[in-house]
């Protein structure tokens, strides 16, 4: 791989973790795979972990497996939300005009320097200020 720095939205991460999906979870599983050999390149946000834990719950996951499962994505870059990321989460919202949580994520991928966004959310293929939203998960 190439060492570019991917920020993984929470969608992916449920897809990896939930056996109903099929394909999309083959395909994330492989993803998600791939960046934990490589994990200067994972990034992702205390929004994206704390949205990944409760989607763990909901799918059925005890808060034991789903506590370790959050854990095990701390060797990750993970970025915090701090009053700085929501003001420019503030900012981007009413730029790009989505939601204040999609705002929040492509804030937090700016902040971790990443050029790709994993996620299912948002224009695919747009770029908002540098980071590109990609599906990986298209066929």
Do not use: C
């Amino acid at each position: 791989m190439n060492g570019e720095r991917i920020f993984v939205d929470t969608n992916i991460l449920i897809y990896a973790h939930d056996p109903t999906e099929g394909r999309s979870r083959e395909v994330a599983r492989g993803l998600v795979a791939d960046l934990v050999r490589e994990p200067h390149r994972a990034w992702v946000s205390t929004q994206v972990l704390m949205e990944f834990y409760v989607g763990l719950l909901r799918k059925g996951a005890s808060d034991g497996v789903a506590r370790e499962t959050v854990a095990d994505l701390l060797d990750w870059n993970v970025v915090e939300a701090g009053p700085n990321l929501v003001m420019f989460g503030i900012q981007l919202r009413e730029r790009w005009r989505v939601s204040f949580w999609d705002a929040m994520i492509l804030a937090a991928a700016m902040h971790a320097g990443a050029r790709t966004l994993w996620t299912e959310d948002l224009n695919i293929g747009q770029d908002y200020g540098g980071v590109v939203a990609v599906n990986p998960l298209a066929e």
